[in-house]
């Protein structure tokens, strides 16, 4: 009889594709997908420690499933990802409900942890490739899928955790990344996003030689099938010419770029070890745009960090003011146990609140325009599901902006040339150009 999981995703997109490595990791031990908890033979937490409170959110979520474990005593809990690297043992001490704790590095694992005994915690970082011990992506897939091509970052920002949960910089080797890419898209995939803590610092052998992000992205465009490549989270350090490039030579390579910033103040980049400047990032900005006119820009912004004045805080604004960004993330600073900056003092609330509204305010300003401006021009949809009125499709622009078209003919998987007729904040209305 099938057992069934449960996995409740946390954060980035890394998290979503770990999180479909685990479900097939775990499907030759007989588990198949649920959508509710309360079914589940085995609730997995796949956690992300970049967010605010992210230990407190796993912990409120594992109170909440005490009383299921409750009724359900040979229920497995289980907790995976960046939270279960950092914490451990700490999280069975204070759960003692939870069956086992695998790390980031280690979900490979996953089914000899399920059938050994209670409380087993595995946060190593092995030798071995999780990659290479992980089963085959399996079952037909959706239109559009992540890949991830690098993990784990060498950057040490003061405020990050990465670097300590999901270790150093390593990048898979390229003849597995194109073999992974090709199955996918032998299983219906058209749309490929790169996925990595610092994914443009992606290194790898071609044909002999060394090769970055822009040259693999050129031998994933040869693969017959596949329209569409992305790529995030990138640094600004990591930007480099023959990637630059990619964006001006590689049509399959679409329009957008997340390129966090996190502040506008050289002083405050400093202090967070960012090893740029706001005009090394605007010079930056500039070549990207040369190269690709049409690119739409989105970054990360982070507010209130230990230190910072009105005047640190003004020179954000005006770098958002320079750029003008298509969307953008942005969070009030929030101290990770262990990272250099967790030992500052923080500002006050207040203080930190009132910052965040105003750039917030700001960041909604521009995405506004951005999606203004696209009324009355074409662009190409990916469609990715049906939407909720008859005849709609629902899917994403080269721009990676949420469009719904007026497509009564229209399937899943279809590439649609169409004029976008509305515009809200967060998405667009279009129909089919004939």
């Known amino acids: 009889m099938a057992k069934k999981l449960f996995i409740k995703t946390y954060g980035c997109q890394m998290n ?58 040979d229920m497995k809990i289980g907790v995976a990802g960046c939270v279960a690297q ?50 085959k992506r399996t079952g037909k897939r959706g239109p559009a899928a992540f890949l ?8 040490f920002c003061a405020f990050c955790v990465v670097p300590y949960t999901r270790g150093a910089e390593v990048s898979r080797p390229v003849d597995r990344v194109l073999a992974e890419a090709r199955d996918l898209v032998d299983k219906g995939v058209r749309e490929l996003s790169l996925l990595g803590q610092n994914v443009n610092a992606y290194h790898g052998q071609l044909e002999g030689r060394d090769i970055g992000l822009g040259a693999l992205i050129e031998a994933l465009a040869q693969i017959d ?33 997340h390129l966090p910033v996190q502040a506008g103040s050289d002083r405050i980049l400093k202090a967070m070890n960012r090893k740029h400047t706001a005009d090394d990032y605007l010079r930056l900005i500039d070549r990207i745009r040369q190269a ?38 942005s969070f009030k600073y929030s101290a990770r146990p262990g990272t250099p900056a967790a030992e500052k003092e923080t500002l006050p609330d207040a203080v930190t609140d009132a910052r965040l509204s105003e750039l917030q305010a700001l960041i909604t300003r521009q995405q506004r325009a951005a999606q203004d401006a696209m009324v009355g021009r074409e662009t190409t949809v990916l469609y990715e599901k049906a939407g909720r009125l008859p005849g709609q499709m629902v899917g994403k622009s080269e721009h990676l902006m ?32 004939a």
């Open 86 to 135: 950092a914490e451990g043992d700490e999280i069975i001490r204070r759960m003692p409900m939870v069956d086992l704790v695998v790390g980031s590095q280690a979900y490979h694992r996953l089914p000899e942890l399920v059938r050994g005994p209670r409380h087993a915690v595995d946060t190593d970082f092995p030798v071995e490739d999780k990659f290479d011990l992980l089963p």
């Open 402 to 433: 949420a469009v719904h078209v007026t497509d009564p003919k229209g399937q899943v998987g279809d590439l649609v040339r169409v004029r976008v007729t509305a515009a809200s904040t967060n998405s667009l209305a279009a129909e089919p150009v």
């Open 16 to 73: 979503v594709y770990d999180s479909e490595r685990m479900a097939e990791a775990m499907a030759p031990e007989g588990y198949t997908l649920t959508d509710r908890a309360e079914d589940a033979d085995m609730v997995l937490l796949n956690t992300c420690h970049i967010r605010e409170k992210a230990g407190e959110k796993l912990y409120s979520d594992l109170g909440r499933l005490r009383p299921l474990k409750n009724a359900k005593p």
């Open 225 to 257: 099938g596949l329209s569409r490549i992305r790529y995030m989270t990138s640094h600004p350090n990591d930007m480099t010419d023959d990637l630059i490039a990619a964006h001006r030579d590689q049509p399959k390579l679409m329009p957008y770029l």
């Open 148 to 155: 991830t091509v690098q993990e784990g970052c060498d950057k």
């Open 292 to 329: 690709r006119p049409d690119i739409l820009l989105t970054s990360d912004f982070i507010v209130g960090f230990p230190g910072e004045t009105d005047a640190d805080f003004r020179a954000t604004l005006d770098l958002v003011e320079k750029v003008g960004f298509g969307m953008a993330y």
